[in-house]
């Protein structure tokens, strides 16, 4: 029995979701945890916080690549090569917010992963 019933919840949410649900509620658990950092820029916590928030994101398109580029992956070719450059183009800005942190480098991270998030929810 889970003590806390938001506990409950999650544990059958996670149970009944199907992969694409997955993918979008990471996207946009990944969105806020950035935009949170972008909100609160200015605390003495948001240097750990968006070092924390970006591993997290960059985690996620990690596990996007590897699984592109699996012979088995279903996707259209042209599919996975769009998805693979906007990959590319989420690590580049990631290292360059890490080497070079300001808040409006953030924005494009976060409108790509709400953005993405959308579309899995949208298309069956």
């Known amino acids: ?3 806390n019933p938001m506990q409950a919840y999650q544990q059958v949410d996670k149970a009944t979701m ?3 649900d997955i993918e979008a509620a990471v996207l946009s658990r990944a969105a806020v945890r950035l935009k949170k950092c972008v909100d609160n820029w200015d605390l003495k916590t948001m240097e ?3 070092d924390q928030s970006l591993r997290y994101n960059q985690k ?10 699996k012979p088995e992956n279903p996707l259209p070719q042209d599919l996975k090569e769009n998805i693979l450059r906007l990959s590319v183009f989420v690590d580049k800005r990631t ?10 480098k953030i924005k494009i991270l976060i409108d790509i ?12």
Request: hydrophobic share 45%; glycine share 4%.
């Open 1 to 3: 029995m889970y003590p």
């Open 18 to 20: 199907s992969g694409r």
């Open 48 to 50: 750990e916080e968006l």
């Open 60 to 69: 996620i398109w990690t596990v996007f690549q590897s699984e592109l580029l």
């Open 95 to 104: 290292f360059d917010i890490m080497a070079f942190p300001k808040p409006e």
């Open 113 to 124: 992963n709400q953005n993405l998030a959308a579309g899995l929810r949208a298309n069956p």
